[in-house]
């Protein structure tokens, strides 16, 4: 396999690797916003997109500039996604208690907590920046891209999928998706520390 090919291969497989959490969020998401509008679902999917676009590039560029320091930020905004992971997993968990039969509502997912969530999917990013930090500017943008373009599929997908689950076991996915968010934050201690 060529270099050129394989850069792209590297590219997707970084994409496929990061977009997990995003697809479980998107999941989470799809099973408690079913009603939620196309075009809104695309304005999500597009912000985490461009949040790992931009954690990609910041790893890089801080693995360029000052690579001693790395280990420092990677560990603060692993504690900072956890801790917001954590948060959102027990509020939806806790909601279900509130939550009362009929029909399904539109339930609001307001701009800090698309915010708090592509932050918090974004950390593992991070990383992949760091250890691409030989790639060039151009290099480094053209992989973030790709990565990006993979984390947007999967999140629409993702959507959908919790989408036809979430109208049919409302409660349920509540819970699911909390457990989800509380799953992803062990997750990244467990890839912190361990590997």
């Keep these: 396999m060529d270099t050129k090919a394989l850069f792209y291969v590297n590219s997707i497989l970084f ?3 990061l977009a997990i959490d995003a697809f479980i969020v998107a999941l989470a998401n799809g099973m408690n916003l079913p009603l939620m509008k196309k075009r809104r679902t695309v304005c999500v999917a597009v912000t985490f997109m461009l949040f790992q676009i931009i954690a990609v590039m910041i790893g890089w560029g801080v ?3 000052a690579f001693g320091y790395a280990p420092w930020i990677e560990i603060f905004f ?3 996604a956890v801790a917001v992971l954590v948060f959102l997993g027990v509020k939806m968990i806790m909601e279900v208690r509130r939550a009362g039969g009929g ?3 539109e339930v609001a997912l307001g701009f800090g907590a698309i915010v708090a969530q592509c932050a918090a999917t974004s950390v593992d990013a991070l990383t992949v920046g760091f250890t691409i930090e030989e790639y060039s500017v151009c290099h480094a943008l053209l992989c973030s891209g790709i990565i990006g373009a ?3 599929i999967a999140y629409t997908v993702g959507f959908a999928v919790g ?3 979430g109208i049919k076991f409302e409660k349920a996915a509540s819970i699911i998706g909390g457990l989800a968010f509380i799953a ?3 997750e990244i201690i467990v890839t912190t520390y361990i590997s």
Aim: hydrophobic letters at 50%; a positive charge; zero cysteines.
């Design 103 to 105: 029909e399904p509502k």
């Design 163 to 165: 989408k036809r689950f």
């Design 78 to 80: 692993a504690w900072g």
């Design 184 to 186: 992803i934050a062990v």
């Design 150 to 152: 993979v984390t947007f």
């Design 15 to 17: 994409g496929v690797g």
């Design 63 to 65: 693995a360029s500039l």
